[in-house]
């Protein structure tokens, strides 16, 4: 599946962080675009952040958070009306691929 994500590494460090920090927003890209094409690949069957997580990439809650409202944004996916419980038992956005 192709996909564009417009990524800005400028935005991803502020002026004032040390350059280490400039260094690892530019190195980021790769390790964004893997992220996606796994969520992306995952989403086959729709599922929650921490099913996605845990189940299926091998990637923290917080990461797939942060990139399913990434692909959101550029119109990949959608959340649906469904919820799941998760491990702590509230109820989650079940996420699928737009069509």
Do not use: C
């Not at 990461?63 to 109820?91: C, D, F, M, W, Y």
């Amino acid at each position: 599946m192709q996909y564009k994500i417009d990524f800005e590494p400028h935005k991803l460090a502020r002026n004032t962080d040390p350059d280490t920090s400039h260094d690892a927003a530019k190195s980021s890209k790769s390790l964004r675009e893997n992220h996606f094409a796994l969520i992306l690949q995952a989403l086959v069957i729709p599922g929650t952040a921490e099913q996605i997580g845990y189940a299926i990439t091998s990637m923290t809650y917080a990461a797939v958070s942060r990139r399913l409202k990434e692909l959101e944004g550029a119109g990949l996916i959608r959340r649906t009306e469904e919820r799941r419980p998760t491990t702590s038992g509230r109820q989650a956005i079940v996420w699928e691929l737009k069509e």
